[in-house]
């Protein structure tokens, strides 16, 4: 993979500080999971703990952020997002370009990775971008109370998992998700989907950019949901960007 030249240089601070800027490869070196199974989250907030700016993520997002997000996602098999987060961000099909999907192919894996969005209502229109312009059939994790017509609506266009019965249940949905090979997951949220995946300890690690902006009161943080036990984490690795961005790998102690 090439080295960007024209791009917002980043560097290592820890393990091993480094002044000579990382090229995107050694920057998937940085990156690369060695676990058999492992569930990743990747979050960007700013210095005073939002998670987004009006609404969105994209405000508090650069040029250093955007290149470990494209990374993540050519290293995961499956990307897991909660529908409002889908809708919010307004998501576009998850489609690598042809250089990644190189990569992909010469590791043993699927061009593309497949989307996975969790909704217990299947409230999602069909027409949506990142379903109907998937470039491999996404899969919803939903609930056997979801309504029948709109299982019916979404059926053309997405594979429906069934786990859970009221809400979904997010341990059985990741365990159906790895008996169908995708045991490398990276979750893009939203909020209330990394804290409910915390409360079921299933988060293996959080990648965390922070953006050296001052958001102000309003909006919230990136974990939201049911409260659970304080889970433990070390820091594993430190990158920072010209640009001002801090790249933060949290990972399990064990």
Known sequence: MSTATTRSAIRRLSPGPASDPLDDAR???AYTVTADVHLRANFVTST??????????AGLSGDADKRVFGILR?????????????RQEQYRALRLD??????????????QPTLVVVSGSLDLDPALPALADAPVRPIVLTTSD???????????VADLVVAGERTVDLAAGLDALRERGMRHLLCEGGPLLL???TAVDAVDELCLTVAPLLAGAGA??????????????????????????????YTRPD
């Open 74 to 86: 050519m290293l995961c098999d499956a990307l897991l997002v909660g529908a409002g987060t889908l």
């Open 220 to 249: 919230g943080r990136i974990t939201a949901g049911p409260s659970g036990p304080v889970r433990p984490m070390r820091l594993h690795q430190v990158l920072a960007a010209d640009d001002g961005m801090l790249l933060l790998r």
């Open 27 to 29: 920057l998937v070196d």
């Open 48 to 57: 005073d703990g939002a998670v987004a700016v009006d609404g969105r993520s």
């Open 146 to 156: 979801a309504p029948t017509h709109r299982r019916r609506r979404l059926a053309p």
């Open 195 to 197: 804290g409910t995946l």
């Open 98 to 111: 042809e250089r990644r999907r190189d990569w992909r192919r010469r590791q043993g894996r699927p061009a």
